[in-house]
């Protein structure tokens, strides 16, 4: 919408694109369209995947199965790798989420105002299709890859190994332990905060820059948005590719015995 | 509602980015994606032939050794043939060589004898002269009585 809207400023405009479809309050406020469009990416993701395993062929495959297999190929491979250890959890959620944080990602290449008028038309107000430009989405799954950080310590380590590890290093001594554990509590707590934030912010910096070329005359948009459209096919990617490989770090980090 | 122009200009950046996503982001990925089929196809080809190019040589061989066996077979048959022959003709050989040894003795020992008879004819003669010779003595001249001894040397 240009500047010239009827009802709208540019500001409004900007601050209507970035608000959620909400009900509830405070905390148990739930965003609707982020939790519709994960869940439809995810069922979209796990149905096609599934699809093709269960119709995988040993011989010549098709070119879907060759697509699912090269994503499948190139994460194992990293897993391979990175992770230094034997898990079978590892592979299949480094898949799921780099495949999940792509397709969240690629919602931002929608135009920014195609699914928010269709949903107008029908009579959704709000409507915020990018679950990644949610800080709930990504502190959601960072916050999982962080309960599997500690659990994953805590079962390699035991609980004395990895109270210890937080306690007794870098300064193995007694007399350290609050200066240890505060600097120890700061890495583990720095990890699912970058992880979250990291996404979140490339996410909604791009998806602010396409709502602000929105505003241009429309003969104009395409002059910028295009190539912010084709930039935007690496940072997607990229991001996916950084969430997996972080996560997968951590992880191997977690299990390692020192 | 506030449909308006953005839209529009959304729609013509949509269409333009699709487009070069078909040109240029699209190929690559089926190229590869084509590629990798091609060499599963490949491989599953080649890994075919080679089992085919297997069973033709195994089937090769196994008619080579049957050949092989014939072909042995009958050299022998004609190896056992040549043997009976070979001992064939040495028996008739030899049976012909007996015949010819009984024959050659046979003559050998009938000229023997001949000679043996001739000789014992002599001597009798002689022995019935000098009896005859000692009777007539007394009675006649042996001249006169010889041809009755010859006649009896004859007949003897």
């Known amino acids: ?258 | 509602m506030n449909i308006n122009a953005t839209l529009l200009g959304q729609a013509i950046s949509f269409t333009l980015f699709v487009l070069f996503c078909m040109k240029y982001v699209w190929p690559p990925l089926i190229a590869a994606i084509e590629e990798r089929q091609k060499k599963i196809a490949d491989g599953l080809a080649s890994a075919d032939k080679a089992a085919k190019d297997l069973k033709l040589a195994e089937a090769k061989a196994t008619d080579q050794l049957k050949d092989a066996k014939a072909q042995a077979a009958t050299i022998i048959d004609a190896a056992n043939k040549r043997k009976s022959q070979i001992v064939d003709e040495a028996k008739d050989e030899a049976h012909a060589e007996r015949v010819k040894i009984l024959a050659q003795a046979e003559a050998e020992v009938e000229a023997e004898r001949n000679r043996l008879k001739e000789e014992l004819r002599k001597q009798v003669a002689g022995l019935a002269i000098a009896g005859a010779e000692k009777i007539i003595e007394r009675s006649i001249d042996a001249a006169a009585n010889s041809d009755i001894v010859d006649k009896i040397v004859a007949e003897l």
Not at chain 1, 6 to 29: C, K, P, R
């Open chain 1, 1 to 258: 919408m240009s500047a010239t809207g009827e009802a709208l400023t540019s500001t409004q405009y900007i601050q209507h694109h970035l608000t959620n479809l909400a009900v509830g309050e405070g905390f148990w406020t739930w965003h609707l369209d982020t939790l519709f469009v994960t869940l439809a990416l995810g069922i979209l993701f796990l149905g096609t995947f599934y699809r093709v395993g269960q119709k995988a062929t040993t011989g010549v495959p098709g070119k879907f199965q060759c697509f699912v297999e090269m994503c499948i190929e190139f994460v194992n491979d990293i897993v391979k790798e990175s992770f230094h250890g034997r898990n079978a959890l590892i592979a299949p959620l480094s898949l799921t989420i780099f495949m999940m944080v792509i397709l969240m990602n690629t919602m931002d290449l929608i135009p920014v105002d195609f699914i928010p008028e269709a949903a107008k038309a029908i009579g959704i107000d709000y409507m915020k299709v990018v679950p990644t430009t949610d800080l709930n989405t990504t502190f959601a799954m960072s916050l999982s890859i962080f309960a599997l950080i500690v659990g994953f310590s805590i079962k390699v380590k035991g609980f004395r190994g990895f109270t210890r590890e937080l306690t007794m290093n870098p300064f193995n001594h007694w007399v350290f332990i609050p200066f240890n554990f505060a600097l120890e509590m700061v890495t583990l707590l720095a990890k699912p905060i970058s992880l979250a934030l990291r996404l979140f912010g490339n996410m909604y910096a791009g998806e602010l820059i396409f709502i602000l070329i929105a505003l241009m005359p429309w003969y104009l948009q395409w002059g910028l948005s295009v190539p912010w459209a084709i930039f935007h096919i690496l940072v997607i990617v990229l991001q996916g590719f950084i969430f997996m490989m972080l996560s997968m770090v951590y992880l191997s980090s977690a299990c390692e015995d020192h």
